[in-house]
């Protein structure tokens, strides 16, 4: 049993080295976005559903990454602001699914073929999103839902999505400017910790304890068709059911990938990480039972289809990579590229907690949630 553990705790141990640098990298980017881009812009250029509002939400979203909590809370406050319900939901999307440390994380533990897809089948997403939407959202649930959201009912990561520490781009080289990156940067910690650990401990485990030949039944390995047709299917089922969210799936979605699910059965499962059960009992407190069941069935419908257009779209492109090269990161410390770049990102880190300290920010980490 002990032996177990240690195997789990190892491999845990070896994916966090692994992604350590990427991670501190993509939260210093979003910090520096969000201390630049002030929240009341955002609202302004999402008052309606057009493509291109769309396709800027999607972009606001991308700068803007977040834990999924947060990104949740901040989807409904700018819905509560004046924002367009699909535009909230394109952003929402974009700001866990398209952002520059998940894809960074998936080219370092899977390869560049899954960031690749990572950023195509999150597009796709949000355009299925939105046609559905267009199709059957109807008007009276849309005022259910702001009715709803009006009563402000407490989710999670409430604080966080409230906060507003842009400074704008004249002051962001100014010390003003440092202290807002480095609140953001924090905040962006403290609201991903807890997820990535989480999957970090619960791919560990499942990687030394659950045997290969289980999944390979489970994912119909055996069968190429089968096993492409069912992992869009159930991929994003087995995330709702793991309790994990945003960058914390990925080391779970490795372990999935090296035990036979499929390209686009790992892709639909990393975006599902909106659907996860913690997050749906938040929305029925945003928005009402009635819409978290349309968004249930809306995001899942979507997740498949990303699932299924990345995994057919690249199967015929060639860009698949071979399941047998799939490998968990097992090396520990050592001294290569991976072990430099953690040593200068995590100076950064040090940096930007020690300004976040020294300028009141434990009494803000407090208010967060």
């Not at 355009?127 to 959201?149: D, E, K, N």
Request: some cysteine.
């Amino acid at each position: 049993m002990l032996d177990a553990v240690l195997r789990a705790l190892a491999v845990a141990g070896a994916m966090t080295w692994e992604i350590t640098w990427a991670l501190v990298l993509g939260f210093a980017l979003s910090a520096v976005v969000q201390a630049v881009v002030a929240k009341s812009t955002v609202v302004a250029l999402l008052g309606d559903c057009r493509p291109r509002t769309l396709a800027v939400a999607a972009g606001l979203g991308v700068a803007s990454s977040s834990c999924s909590y947060a990104a949740v809370a901040l989807a409904r406050s700018l819905f509560r602001k004046g924002a367009d319900f699909t535009a909230a939901m394109a952003f929402e999307i974009a700001s866990t699914n398209l952002v520059v440390e998940l894809g960074v994380i998936l080219a370092l533990l899977m390869g560049w073929q899954f960031t690749l897809a990572e950023f195509a089948g999150g597009f796709v997403m949000i355009v299925v999103v939105a046609v559905l939407f267009r199709v059957w959202l109807r008007p009276g649930l849309v005022r259910q839902a702001r009715t709803q959201a009006e009563r402000g009912l407490a989710g999670s990561m409430e604080g966080h999505a409230a906060m507003d520490m842009s400074v704008g781009g004249r002051r962001l080289f100014s010390g003003e400017g440092f202290t807002a990156t480095a609140h953001v940067f924090v905040m962006e910690w403290a609201a991903i910790l807890r997820d990535l650990v989480a999957g970090l401990l619960i791919a560990g485990a499942i990687a030394a304890w659950v045997p290969d030949s289980f999944w390979q039944v489970f994912f119909f390995s055996d069968d190429p068709l089968a096993a492409k047709l069912w992992g869009p299917v159930i991929g994003p089922l087995v995330a709702v059911m793991s309790f994990v969210c945003s960058i914390g799936n990925v080391p779970l979605a490795v372990v999935l990938w090296k035990s036979g699910i499929s390209f686009g059965g790992v892709i639909a499962f990393i975006f599902a990480d909106l659907l996860i059960l913690p997050i749906l009992h938040i929305y029925r407190k945003y928005y009402g039972l009635r819409m978290t069941l349309f968004l249930l069935g809306t995001f899942y419908l979507a997740a498949v289809v990303a699932g299924y257009a990345v995994e057919f779209l690249f199967g015929a492109l060639g860009l698949i990579p071979d399941q047998a090269h799939a490998r968990l990161p097992a090396e520990g410390i050592t001294w290569n590229y991976t072990t430099w770049l953690n040593i200068v990102f995590l100076v950064l880190a040090g940096m930007l907690l020690v300004r976040f300290f020294r300028t009141g920010g434990l009494g803000m980490l407090r208010a967060m949630d």
